[in-house]
């Protein structure tokens, strides 16, 4: 008889930092980390205080169609669970990565640096 497979935690740490989450991103993140990754975050915003999360992707180096779509439905979730997404560290390439792909990322707040992004989330201003 076959158990299903229980879901299993996020291989990229989800930090919780008062009533944010703080997810840095580091090298590729396959396919299936990044579906993984959003059910983490959708779990954490629905069970805790959680209004903002901060996603830092100072470390990738590419972010492909699949990857910017799963951001984008994140800050979606998120938004629709009265909490605030703003995506930090966004390299110059990986910025034009995306337009050339015609992502617009809908539903994110951008930031310079982590720290950029936790004062927008205080100030309450997106």
């Known amino acids: 008889?076959?158990?299903p497979t229980p879901i299993?935690?996020?291989q990229v740490p989800v930090l919780a930092l008062g009533d944010v989450l703080l997810v840095s991103l580091q090298g590729e993140l396959h396919d299936g980390m990044a579906e993984q990754l959003q059910h983490d975050i959708t779990q954490r915003i629905s069970t805790s205080r959680v209004t903002g999360v901060v996603i830092?992707?100072?470390g990738v180096d590419i972010v492909d169609s699949?990857?910017?779509r799963v951001l984008a439905e994140i800050a979606?979730?998120?938004r629709?669970?009265?909490a605030?997404?703003?995506l930090a560290g966004m390299r110059p390439a990986v910025a034009i990565t995306l337009v050339?792909?015609?992502l617009t990322l809908r539903g994110l707040v951008t930031a310079l640096d982590v720290d950029r992004a936790m004062e927008l989330l205080s100030q309450g201003g997106s």
Do not use: C, H, K, Y
Request: zero cysteines.
């Open 1 to 3: 008889m076959n158990q």
């Open 8 to 10: 299993q935690p996020s």
């Open 56 to 58: 830092d992707i100072s």
């Open 66 to 68: 699949f990857l910017g």
């Open 76 to 78: 979606s979730t998120a």
């Open 80 to 82: 629709l669970l009265a």
């Open 84 to 86: 605030r997404t703003v």
């Open 100 to 102: 050339e792909l015609g």
